[in-house]
């Protein structure tokens, strides 16, 4: 079974920064695309960042400039760089994979920024 864990979330103040991982129980060289989504109380899930098999990255307009994503494919993770953070980056950050047509998710984990 697919099992995609997330880590690194947690408080922080303004302007301060987190990384945020994605450990993977399979292979993710062979992923169509890892992703970040965001999900804000009572929203659905946005796209923040992703970076496809070929390692081409796609970054949110709301996030450009100041999160960066990359994976580390012999650790079967990935990771999202958060710089300067703000009060409106609080929120739910869950992993995903597309990988053989499927679609998988983390469980999420907690960002919370303290203006």
């Known amino acids: 079974q697919v099992q995609l864990v997330e880590s690194g979330g947690g408080l922080v103040q303004a302007g301060g920064s987190l990384r945020l991982s994605c450990a993977a129980s399979?292979?993710?060289?062979?992923?169509?695309?890892m992703a970040w989504f965001r999900q804000f109380p009572g929203k659905s899930r946005d796209l923040i960042a992703r970076?496809?098999?070929?390692?081409?990255?796609y970054v949110a307009d709301s996030v450009d400039g100041r999160f960066t994503i990359s994976k580390d494919n012999p650790k079967n993770t990935i990771y999202l760089q958060m710089e300067a953070l703000e009060a409106g980056d609080t929120g739910a950050y869950y992993c995903?994979?597309?990988?053989?047509?499927?679609?998988?998710w983390g469980q999420g984990t907690q960002v919370t920024v303290s203006s």
């Open positions: 995903h994979m597309f990988k053989n047509g499927q679609n998988y």
């Open positions: 399979v292979a993710i060289s062979d992923a169509n695309t």
């Open positions: 970076i496809d098999i070929w390692d081409r990255t």
